[in-house]
């Protein structure tokens, strides 16, 4: 073990106190304003060096507890043996205020954590995707100390503009030296610790738990940024991603069902085998229609139709035959566009979709019972246009003239029993269409020959 009384120590400690009795100097670094954070053994400040060097403002944390010196201790130790990777926070000098205990060190000052830098309807996805490999990265570096961090959570990840690092190393259990926690202590976050770390009995801790972890903050990541999720409930509807943020997130699935999970033998064996599983989630979810979709509509100009129908990739044409119209936000002009061009798209949800985007003025009306004509899969939908008078009239009027596909679709009219009215004006409008048994069929059902 390397023993933080064998590391290098700052010079001596100046004490010119403050009202709390506190030293505002610590060798060369001065203490900037009042506290600016705290943790369970110690407290934060920030601070600047007197002579300029390093330059900016960075942090000390100054043990409180003299009682919990063991524990800051082993956090030093961890910092230490972490001295130039990139993806953890750096310190850079500590020392002893008093006597020849260590009792703060001077670490490098980020914008902020993962979570209060989270912007308003949380990371983008390609956002999230490059932070949390960083996130791999560090948390990778912590397991070849060889150490378990124990406190993973988006409080505990620092972001240095676009890059996260990996921060609070106070609970860290470094493999193969004694236990400082006691047994019966739970160590970890609420929301983001192991189960077996729930009570603190269990003395088999190893890096899987960071690896549960993991999957928690991926998981907050992917959610907007905004959900603590409970324990292992990521596949119960009210928490599937899926559902409640977007389809194309449950290829993420297989990397929660081996993160989040009670049984440790069922997780990722360690961080390599977590990221090589992540990496495939994200190609899938690149590959996924509803990411290609998004991507043809952030293009900046043209219509939503003339950004569908100008892709020429493979992707962007099959898009164009199964797209959820629900997705585009589109005006009810442009999503009948899409129906008239492709009539994979005409069914009833889509043409549901035109009421919700309402009121529609009577040729969009007409239009609609038009598109609601030509296509089997949405004429139970004419119902949706119940009572819309003689544009509708007209609008079956001139769907007439497309012949035996009227006919057909009026015969699944009438089998739901849901023909418009009037009844009698749509059968003789079949009858002039085409001479058939269908015809007097609908008649003798609806006692008119």
């Not at 900046?300 to 959820?324: H, M, P, Q, T």
């Amino acid at each position: 073990m390397w023993g933080v009384e064998r590391a290098r120590q700052s010079t001596a400690i100046g004490r010119s106190a403050n009202s709390r009795g506190m030293a505002r100097k610590f060798g060369n670094w001065t203490i900037l304003g009042e506290r600016f954070a705290e943790g369970g053994q110690g407290e934060i400040y920030q601070v600047s060096n007197a002579t300029g060097t390093p330059p900016g403002i960075w942090l000390l944390k100054r043990l409180k507890n003299p009682k919990r010196h063991g524990r800051f201790a082993r956090e030093l130790e961890t910092l230490q043996r972490l001295k130039g990777v990139g993806s953890v926070v750096q310190v850079q000098e500590w020392g002893a205020s008093k006597g020849e205990t260590t009792d703060y060190y001077v670490m490098e000052k980020g914008d902020g954590s993962l979570e209060d830098m989270a912007p308003a309807g949380g990371y983008a996805p390609e956002q999230a995707f490059s932070l949390f490999r960083q996130i791999l990265d560090g948390v990778e570096a912590v397991h070849q100390v060889p150490a378990v961090h124990r406190d993973l959570k988006p409080a505990n990840v620092i972001l240095f503009a676009d890059t996260a690092k990996i921060a609070d190393t106070g609970l860290a259990l470094l493999v193969g030296e004694p236990r400082i926690t006691p047994t019966d202590e739970a160590v970890g976050p609420r929301f983001y610790m192991a189960p077996e770390l729930e009570h603190g009995r269990n003395l088999d801790v190893d890096a899987s738990a960071d690896i549960y972890s993991l999957g928690k903050i991926l998981y907050w990541l992917l959610s907007g940024g905004v959900l603590h999720l409970p324990r292992e409930r990521y596949d119960e509807a009210t928490y599937r991603l899926a559902r409640t943020k977007a389809p194309s997130l449950g290829v993420f699935e297989g990397v929660f069902d081996a993160t989040l999970t009670e049984q440790k033998r069922r997780r990722c064996k360690d961080v390599a085998e977590l990221r090589n599983l992540f990496g495939a989630s994200v190609a899938a979810y690149r590959d996924h229609q509803d990411t290609a979709l998004a991507a043809l509509l952030d293009r900046s100009g043209d219509s939503i139709v003339e950004k569908l129908d100008g892709a020429d990739s493979a992707i962007g044409k099959a898009l164009f035959g199964r797209v959820e119209l629900d997705l585009l936000a589109a005006t009810p002009d442009e999503l009948m566009s899409l129906m008239d061009r492709d009539e994979a798209l005409i069914d009833g949800k889509n043409v549901g979709l035109l009421e919700k985007l309402g009121p529609l003025s009577s040729k969009q009306l007409a239009r609609a019972a038009r598109l609601c004509f030509s296509s089997k899969r949405a004429i139970g939908s004419l119902t949706l246009l119940h009572g819309v008078g003689r544009e509708l009239r007209q609008a079956i009027a001139e769907a007439a003239r497309i012949g035996a596909r009227f006919v057909s679709s009026l015969r699944n009219v009438v089998a739901r029993g849901a023909l418009l009215p009037p009844a009698d004006w749509a059968i003789s409008q079949a009858r002039q269409v085409r001479r058939l048994p269908f015809a007097r069929s609908v008649g003798r059902r609806h006692g008119r020959e």
